[in-house]
C-alpha cells in the first residue's frame, strides 16, 4: 500500500452517465494529481493541484471536470465521455509540487461503452 | 512538452540473469525517476537520481544517469520472477512536470 486509495477500482459507465473517481491519501501531501494511462501510450498528466489550486491542466476536454475539496482528496467527475476514455485512471501525490517522488493509487479501470 | 523513450519495448529473460533498461530524453532535467508497475496496478516508486548524480544503487537496482547524452538506464541484477511488471521512467523538466516514457515490459522467466 502507497498511502494513496482510489475508489472504485473497476467503473462500466454508458456515454450518457455521470460518474465519479475518488482518491484519498493521508500522507500528509500539498500536491495532487491525475493520470491516465491508455493501453500502449506513455502516461498522461491530465490535472495537478498543489495546495488545493489547480495548477496544471493539459488540455484535457471538459467532459473530465476535476476537484480538491481539500489536500486530502481529489475528484474526477466524469460526464458524456466516448468509448476512446476507456483507460486507467491513477491518481498521485507527492509532498510538494515537483518535489521528489510520487506515490500512486492503483487506479480506477474505467470502460466507457 | 517531451515524451521519455524506452528501450527495448519489451524483455524477457531468465531468472538470475541481469536486465538493463535504457531511457532517453530532450531537454534539460532537474532528476530522473524509475517506477515499476504491475499489470493494471499503481505505479511503485524504485529510486531517484539528481541531475548532478551519476550512478545510484538501490538493493538489486542501479541506475546510471548521462546528462551529456541525455539517457539513463536501470540495471536490475539476479533477476527473479517477481520482478516482471513494466517499468517506466519518469523525468522532472524544469517547470515542475513528471513526465513519463511509455515503459519496458519485462518477463522474467523461472
Known amino acids: 500500500e502507497t498511502g494513496v486509495t482510489q475508489t472504485p477500482r473497476h467503473l462500466v459507465m454508458g456515454m450518457t452517465n455521470k460518474k465519479s473517481l475518488k482518491c484519498e491519501q493521508h500522507?500528509?501531501?500539498?500536491?495532487m494529481y491525475w493520470y491516465k494511462q491508455s493501453a500502449k501510450k506513455p502516461l498522461e498528466l491530465m490535472f495537478v493541484?498543489?495546495?488545493?489550486?489547480?495548477?496544471e491542466n493539459n488540455s484535457v476536454p471538459s467532459r473530465f471536470s476535476p476537484e480538491c475539496p481539500n489536500s486530502s482528496h481529489l475528484f474526477l467527475h466524469l460526464h458524456t465521455l466516448q468509448p476512446e476514455d476507456s483507460a486507467l485512471y491513477l491518481c498521485?501525490?507527492?509532498?510538494?509540487?515537483?518535489?521528489?517522488?510520487?506515490?500512486f493509487g492503483q487506479g480506477t479501470r474505467l470502460t466507457v461503452v | 512538452s517531451q515524451q521519455g523513450e524506452e528501450d527495448p519495448q519489451a524483455l524477457s529473460i531468465q531468472e538470475g540473469e541481469n536486465a538493463t533498461m535504457n531511457c532517453s530524453y530532450k531537454?534539460?532535467?532537474?532528476?530522473l525517476q524509475w517506477y515499476r508497475q504491475n499489470s493494471g496496478r499503481g505505479l511503485v516508486h524504485l529510486i531517484l537520481?539528481?541531475?548532478?548524480?551519476r550512478e545510484k544503487h538501490s538493493g538489486r537496482l542501479r541506475v546510471t544517469l548521462d546528462t551529456s547524452k541525455k539517457s539513463s538506464s536501470l540495471l536490475i541484477t539476479a533477476s527473479r520472477a517477481a520482478d516482471t511488471a513494466s517499468y517506466f521512467c519518469?523525468?522532472?523538466?524544469?517547470?515542475?512536470?513528471?513526465?513519463f516514457g511509455a515503459g519496458t515490459i519485462l518477463r522474467v522467466k523461472s
Open positions: 498521485a501525490s507527492s509532498q510538494d509540487f515537483g518535489m521528489t517522488e510520487a506515490f
Open positions: 493541484y498543489s495546495l488545493e489550486e489547480r495548477v
Open positions: 519518469a523525468f522532472m523538466e524544469y517547470g515542475n512536470k513528471l513526465v
Open positions: 500522507l500528509g501531501h500539498n500536491a
Open positions: 531537454t534539460s532535467i532537474n532528476n
Open positions: 537520481i539528481r541531475s548532478n548524480e
